[in-house]
T-cell receptor, first 111, second 114 residues
């Protein structure tokens, strides 16, 4: 079976750093993706971890530890436009890419 | 822009009527997906396709069917719509990059079943 947990809401101020955690109990897990979704919009790809460790893309970084069934998304130098929902999406090995999406974390950035 | 369009973008229909949603891509990607998104549930996979005429069920496939007769089009059909199928439907494609797994999503279709 699959169980995926991430906080429902996180608030922070502009310029701050925020970390969104993702824990899961998924058999045969392989990697982790992160997606961002603004209200009324479509999800957009943010980050991918195919190996353990830290991946950095500009202000966003993502970390994965498969042995701990844990990952996180780190957002630095927060901006108002970062207010959105963030979804972690682990996926199993194999030829198909079938991610399981969490319920999402609503990030609210205050001025 | 991954060249994904969905039609219609909005639809209101009545319980018991058939509804077909269309997803069109311009990049000839092999994998295509249909998701629904409801408050409190995130994105849930309905069906996916890994090639022309090759499809498989996802987590919430009951009440839905799909067809893919051409690489560029993936159709989702609600044979007899119910109010529980009121949702936002997203189509997605998988580019299948060698060192990065990701999906690109279409703009979504908002479906209201009365």
């Amino acid at each position: 079976g699959q169980s995926l947990e991430q906080p429902s809401e996180v608030t922070a101020v502009e310029g701050a750093i925020v970390q969104i955690n993702c824990t899961y109990q998924t058999s045969g897990f392989y990697g982790l993706s992160w997606y961002q979704q603004h209200d009324g919009g479509a999800p957009t790809f943010l980050s991918y971890n195919g190996l353990d460790g830290l991946e950095e893309t500009g202000r966003f970084s993502s970390f994965l530890s498969r042995s701990d069934s844990y990952g996180y998304l780190l957002l630095q130098e927060l901006q108002m436009k970062d207010s959105a929902s963030y979804f972690c999406a682990p996926f199993p090995p194999g030829g198909s890419y079938i991610p399981t999406f969490g319920r999402g974390t609503s990030l609210i950035v205050h001025p | 822009d991954a060249g994904i369009t969905q039609s219609p973008r909005h639809k209101v229909t009545e319980t018991g009527t058939p509804v077909t949603l269309r997803c069109h891509q311009t990049e000839n990607h092999r994998y295509m997906y249909w998701y629904r998104q409801d408050p409190g549930h995130g994105l849930r996979l309905i069906h996916y396709s890994y090639g022309v005429k090759d499809t498989d069920k996802g987590e919430v496939s009951d009440g839905y069917s799909v067809s893919r007769s051409k690489t560029e089009d993936f159709l989702l059909t609600l044979e007899s719509a119910t109010s529980s199928q009121t949702s936002v439907y997203f189509c997605a494609i998988r580019p299948g990059l060698a060192d990065q797994e990701t999906q690109y999503f279409g703009p979504g279709t908002r479906l209201l079943v009365l």
